[in-house]
């Protein structure tokens, strides 16, 4: 297509382009609920789950969407309150392993660092509340899920911090 027929293309489109204009009609409630992507948490937070003893230990799992927002290894006031709730637990002098886990979304480049981080987040709450505590931080990512991915209420229960001690 030469110059010439390019420019006549775009004299005559232009006119139809998109433009802020002042005089566009406001979209129906029915256009703007179509364009929106409405998503539901409803079966995919989870909480505190009640330490569970296994083989001369004990772990406490949190789900990190009780103490994380998506992406984020950012601990709120919130989310510290929550986890410094559950302290008492933990033996005076035990040796701590701050584990965390995340769904299988984002491959290894994503999640090996979110996960490391997230623990130690966590550990950092756990330094400042109880220093008799000697801890061991690690990031799994996704190589441990907790239970099979085959939704986002599954994805979720996989999306955790484990404190284990011996107990």
Known sequence: MS???IAVAMALLLPFAYVDREDAPEPSAERIERSVNAYSTEGSVTG??????????????????????????????????????????????????????????????????????????????????????VLQVVGKASSEPAVPETDEPAMAKNRRVELSWAS
């Open 48 to 133: 505190v789950e009640a330490p569970a003893s296994t083989g001369g230990g004990t772990t406490l799992t949190i789900g990190s969407d009780v103490l994380f927002a998506y992406a984020s290894s950012e601990l709120d006031q919130t989310a510290q309150a929550a986890l410094g709730a559950q302290l008492d637990q933990i033996p005076a002098g035990a040796q701590v392993t701050v584990e965390g886990h995340t769904d299988s979304r984002g491959g290894d480049a994503v999640n090996v660092p979110l996960s490391t981080a997230r623990a130690e987040a966590v550990a950092g709450v756990l330094r400042a509340s109880r220093t008799d505590l």
């Open 3 to 5: 110059a010439g027929a």
